[in-house]
């Protein structure tokens, strides 16, 4: 991955000329060049391991598998956020660490883990480095140097039980390396956050993510069911039975640990035969409303599809006017739709079942007023469906401040959360001269509610972009906690959402989870300011 | 419910004349009488209660919510499992407590815990007193006093939102009571463990539980979506969010943790809309093993039945010499099948959903060799679901030894751990010269695995009636722990598992839910003894 942006240089989008005219239309933007700065002009800060570490880290792993050349430190300095990627192409590499580390198995691990146990070093363990919320940066204050532990080594494929539809994966595989691997026995994890390409299995369950399928394969929580991991306190277990009434789940105290007890070094996932058959289908709504209600109808008949993603109004407009042909604005004003609302529907299995499922969705979206708008749209959608971040770097570069941020609540609660973000990052951006597209859309329904999505493009404000973004990120969270919503559905808690935390929690929830830590981790050296610590914002 | 055994008075069963025939075939019995002593004459350990407590627990609660009369007393000194009864009824009353407190609310709780927490007084929670794992007994040793809380007051409706399909539920409230204050908005809980009729809401969470129909509407633990709990030291609220990534799952924690770190006092639960439509089938398998396969065909396929139940070889001899008519067993015997293994298959919702999801297990049931019996014993089935426990009653009346356990592993591991239980009860049993009849049936089918639940029956040995069971358990819960198995799908952990639960979490895992405890109950007092705390057997 480039060490300032997304994907590999092939793979870069350019800013087709559809965009530019909507981001004149809708952020008063003109066009600017913001290129990083040289590989050369970052910062980094001045190698602080203790040698004698560093010697039993080479003693571990081979001298080989220590690296702290000026890329290997750059590309592993920060995660994918918007603030990420600002700081590190303004050449601010501070969180980097001091040397990358690649073990090759458990054991390694957990030997460089007692290693900077015994001196003080910090360790911050990544799988993709695709974190959008801080996850990944170094900690250097109070530690005397800090690792990063580069997991891409634990890349094995240590059992698949296709009679128990069990898979157990090492950490370091990535999602098309796992999905490669099941798809030769006929088996997926359907697992497809829009990290796929990089992000791995110990990422995931470390994070407790969901993706784009999650609405039909589970989250990675629903398919978690055993795990191993290296704490500096030991070894930890958790036997992959299919339901327990044992006591807390300890199961569900390491996912989504996000590297502060320890290091998932393999996990042991529920897997789903391959479908045999894939329908996409574009629909669009007269409104956000009435597309809401059918999804909460279909998700509470156990009806939904595999794939439900409703865009509302702003983000609709946005992509008829990024590629309106995709989705055929005549018909759609012809039906009488002047702002529609465009959704995915995608059903997965066999092919008898697809068609069942397609005709079961059909009768409640006709009833809602949708209008069905085929499945080349729908197609092309899921081809393009890993995308936007390579999308992004083309703003980054074009002066465009663009980011996303998600959560999740009741149906009860779910249009008055949808308002009062949007209406927080209106504010918060408006008042700084540049106001913003918001854009959002459910993308993962339960019975009882769904999740919330939200992207929001401003012009940059040169000189304090951070300060920009901080703000309103502040300020749509604040709404998020206000109205009693998750302050993360599938992003994870890294360092940004930190200061949120105690909300769902409560300060004792939060001690008691420190309590664990604290045995896990006695000497604190695990993916220090994240999670349950917060501290100010760097 | 009656001190000495299960429900009222007026409910109880006798033992059928072809039960006794059967005892006599199967474990050798000879009939005995071995009625329970009287209620005067069970010793109960002298009043140790501080006073200075008990007024402050007075002041809270008011004193006529503060009972230390001897059927109280004795009616909270021991669950429901055989080793209770068998104490009891021998009119052992060790750990009765010294009192039992009625609080009316959340507030009065917390009030009661402070109270108790700076008395050095251990606490008990209570809701139906139908825990079989030793869940609800008090220890004396080491506190100043032991006191039982009673959660029966707690049983408000706080609130239900059909919208997201959330009902927020007292503690107290017991399955009836919850299940018809839903039915009057037409939803249900779905949540039918055999104690439904005294257990409650509460307990249900506390235990992690699953009921008769969790294969369709989700064990308790994936119902819960929020919690409140009081601990001793503060507060703890997990909102009612459907999914969230916001780091270790707290919810996890507190669900399962059996009254050792607080009392949950209210619960909110996704709920369901009450099915239009039930259908319950009964069938008959060629084998286990041929019923298993079907089973887990169905379960994988997304397309088992709301209850999916098959028994072993032995548990149908054991149906089919009971209640043989019910069965049909000419008409097996004319379909070939000599050792027939009988099935409940039901399909709960809409008429047309249940006409169809019947039609396409019908298709895979048949693949399997199975025969159909009907509804007609279906519903005799189901209608007499909750009789068991009584029946226990009448066999404890009569010399013989009855008791249950359960556990639950993957599709692959499940005939090995069938057979090695069965194995284990048999060996133990038959080596202190009283042969079992070991029965077992699946219950409870997931993707990737099923839970095994065993009754074993055995003529009791006089005089020793404690220690024989207890060999047999210990047997029994070695053999899982050998097979990775969980020790517990839906019976909790309690005193009964404790000594097994490391092998589940390992000794550190252990140690980190210690240190939880710690945290949210400082001095020790919440249930003494139970879930992370092996002890000695009383």
């Known amino acids: 991955m480039r060490w300032w942006g997304w994907g590999a240089d092939r793979d870069a989008a350019p800013l087709p000329p559809a965009a530019e005219a909507m981001l004149r239309a809708e952020i ?256 669009a709504f007269p409104s956000f409303a009435a597309g809401c209600e059918a999804f909460r109808a279909l998700a509470q008949a156990g009806a939904a599809g595999t794939i439900m993603r409703l865009s509302d109004e702003d983000e609709s407009r946005m992509a008829l006017g990024l590629d309106g042909d995709r989705w055929g604005p005549a018909y759609l004003r012809l039906r009488g739709q002047r702002t529609p609302c465009l959704a995915i529907v995608a059903h997965e299995g066999t092919a008898r079942g697809v068609r069942l499922r397609s005709l079961r969705t059909l009768r409640t979206l006709r009833r809602a007023g949708a209008v069905y708008l085929g499945t080349g749209a729908g197609g092309t959608w899921r081809d393009g469906r890993f995308a936007a971040p390579y999308l992004r770097d083309a703003l980054l570069d074009r002066g465009v401040l663009v980011e996303t941020l998600e959560t999740a609540t009741t149906w009860t609660g779910l249009a008055a959360l949808h308002a009062a973000v949007r209406a927080a990052l209106h504010e918060a951006l408006c008042s700084q001269g540049t106001p913003p597209l918001v854009a959002c859309h459910v993308s993962h329904l339960y019975p009882t509610g769904a999740s919330l999505y939200f992207t929001a493009l401003a012009r940059q404000a040169p000189g304090r972009e951070l300060e920009q973004w901080r703000a309103a990120k502040a300020a749509a969270s604040d709404a998020i906690a206000a109205h009693g919503a998750t302050i993360t559905h599938h992003h994870a808690v890294g360092r940004d959402h930190a200061p949120w935390l105690h909300h769902e929690t409560g300060d004792l929830g939060l001690d008691a989870l420190r309590a664990l830590k604290a045995t896990l981790d006695p000497t604190g050296i695990m993916n220090p300011g994240k999670l349950l610590f917060a501290r100010p914002a760097a």
């Open 28 to 283: 008063g933007w003109t066009p600017r060049t913001t290129p990083p700065v040289a590989l050369q002009d970052v910062a980094l800060p001045q190698l602080a391991l203790d040698p004698a570490v560093r010697s039993e880290l080479v003693a571990i792993v081979g001298a080989g598998h220590v690296c702290d050349d000026r890329l290997t430190r750059v590309a592993h300095a920060v995660g994918r956020s918007l603030i990420d990627l600002l700081r590190v192409r303004a050449g601010d590499g501070s969180t980097a660490p001091d040397a990358v580390v690649f073990p090759a198995d458990h054991d390694e691990v957990a030997g460089v883990l007692a290693a900077c146990a015994r001196g003080g070093v910090a360790v911050v363990p990544f799988g993709g480095g695709t974190s959008v919320v801080g996850g990944v940066e170094t900690v250097h204050e109070g530690f005397a140097g800090a690792i990063t532990l580069d997991l891409a080594r634990l890349d094995r494929v240590v059992d698949v039980d296709g009679r128990s539809l069990l898979a157990t994966l090492g950490a370091g595989l990535t999602g098309p390396q796992a999905e490669a691997a099941l798809a030769a026995r006929g088996l997926t994890l359907g697992h497809f956050p829009q990290s796929f390409e990089f992000a791995t299995i110990g990422g995931f369950v470390a994070t407790r993510s969901a993706g784009q399928a999650s609405t039909g394969y589970g989250r990675i929580d629903a398919l978690v069911r055993g795990l191993r991991m290296a704490a500096p306190a030991g070894d930890l277990a958790v036997a992959p039975v299919p339901a327990s009434a044992a006591g807390p789940a300890l199961r569900e105290l390491l996912v989504g640990s996000e590297g502060t007890l320890g290091v998932i070094t393999q996990a042991t996932l529920r897997v789903h035969r391959a479908p045999a058959a894939t329908r996409t289908e574009a629909w």
